[in-house]
């Protein structure tokens, strides 16, 4: 089992950043991928980004590329999400996963996670 908390999300403007946080309990971090999505209201469940066990692969969805940045701190047990230049289309609830499949990078489907944390809200105004 693993268990995910995320944190970090709020109301910020336009333009503006925030970080979100997941922290990962239960099992060795480094033996899972981990990965972000995101659900806007009336909208499916969609990737943002994913990183490797090792940390040394990153995949964004279009997007986010370029704004966004997901990394992941072994020693906290803990995987980022940098977002800057946020836009209100950014308004969601954000998800952190964790991946054990053998799969590697880019990992964007929702199938190929094995654990999901409860989710931050980011809201975003013009």
């Known amino acids: 089992q693993v268990q995910l908390v995320e944190s970090g999300g709020g109301l910020v403007q336009a333009g503006g950043s925030l970080r979100l946080s997941c922290v990962a309990s239960?099992?060795?971090?480094?033996?899972?991928?981990m990965g972000w999505f995101r659900q806007a209201p009336g909208k499916e469940r969609e990737f943002v980004a994913a990183?490797?066990?090792?940390?040394?692969?990153?995949y964004y969805s279009d997007s986010v590329k370029d704004r966004f940045t997901i990394s992941r701190d072994v020693a906290k047990n803990t995987v980022y999400l940098q977002m800057v230049s946020l836009k209100p289309e950014d308004t969601a609830v954000y998800y952190c996963?964790?991946?054990?499949?053998?799969?590697?990078?880019?990992?964007?489907?929702?199938?190929?996670?094995?654990?999901w944390g409860q989710g931050t809200q980011v809201t975003v105004s013009s």
């Open positions: 990183i490797s066990r090792s940390g040394g692969s990153t």
């Open positions: 239960g099992r060795a971090f480094s033996s899972y991928a």
């Open positions: 996963a964790a991946s054990f499949t053998i799969a590697t990078i880019p990992l964007r489907y929702q199938y190929q996670y094995n654990y």
